[in-house]
């Protein structure tokens, strides 16, 4: 699906803004499968990817049933991660890697909302 979602993104997305897109979809697609508390082991994730003039957004439905999980509430900075651990940088990789993270419910459902900008950043 990361590869799926980051193919398409890369038509629209500069080289910088791509890899950045790749990280954030790979980090909680993988925190949802891995994380979330759903009482339905085949419950499907719904995803959605927009292109808009500036931005390419994906948009993250949480399966229904599953507890919501805001990862802005939980994100730790990298800055201050041991650079040995094996985990717990997804969080805070999505956060460097999005130029805009929003999680609300939708529905019976919550929905995470990550944008990357098509500027490229600089420095």
Do not use: W
Request: net charge negative; hydrophobic share 40%; charged share 25%.
């Amino acid at each position: 699906m990361v590869q799926l979602l980051s193919a398409k993104a890369g038509r629209v997305l500069p080289p910088e803004a791509q890899g950045r897109f790749a990280i954030c979809v790979s980090e909680a697609l993988t925190n949802l499968v891995l994380h979330s508390k759903n009482s339905n082991p085949d419950a499907q994730i719904q995803i959605e990817l927009c292109e808009q003039d500036t931005a390419v957004t994906v948009e993250i439905y949480d399966p229904c049933g599953a507890d919501p999980f805001d990862l802005r509430e939980y994100a730790t900075d990298l800055s201050k991660l041991d650079v040995m651990a094996e985990s717990g940088r997804g969080l805070g990789l999505i956060m460097a890697c999005a130029d805009h993270v929003t999680y609300d419910p939708v529905g019976n459902k919550h929905r995470l909302k990550l944008t990357i900008n098509k500027e490229e950043r600089v420095g």
